[in-house]
């Protein structure tokens, strides 16, 4: 039997696998550095085969203005909050954001998720967070921490 090696410290044999995503790990502290951040169960093969090309295509970024992409210090402020990584631990939560991720009419299917009320408190907070960021760029924020 191979051994593989632990794909999160990528230093020591693995000796199990994730329940959920079954990516390999050797010791508890690298399974709970692993649970850090939210992980999913693989496609079955099948779904895999089906959609693979489609994993694969890139589309392109269609924003009206420039502003309203985000700049990596908001994106890494959004990922390492506590609160929105608990949030994408719905299983809910996370359906939706893959089928929005991986529907041909993107809007469509954003506009159908706000119509379901954890939806829209999850995105409330990404826009609570990436909204101080900003003003944390900006230098408007106060000693406290409010906002101005």
Do not use: W
């Amino acid at each position: 039997m191979s051994r593989r090696e632990c794909k999160v410290c990528n230093e020591a044999t693995s000796k199990y696998k994730c329940p959920s995503c079954l990516i390999p790990y050797c010791s508890l502290i690298c399974f709970k550095k692993h649970k850090e951040t939210p992980c999913v169960k693989p496609a079955s093969p099948e779904v895999t085969r089906n959609t693979g090309s489609e994993l694969l295509k890139e589309r392109p970024l269609l924003v009206d203005e420039s502003n309203e992409v985000l700049q990596k210090l908001q994106l890494e402020s959004i990922a390492s909050s506590s609160e929105i990584r608990d949030a994408l631990k719905n299983q809910d939560i996370q359906e939706l954001i893959h089928k929005i991720d991986h529907s041909p009419d993107a809007e469509n299917e954003l506009e159908k998720a706000m119509g379901i009320e954890a939806f829209r408190i999850f995105t409330d907070k990404v826009q609570k967070k990436e909204i101080v960021i900003f003003c944390i760029l900006l230098g408007q924020h106060t000693s406290r921490g409010s906002l101005l």
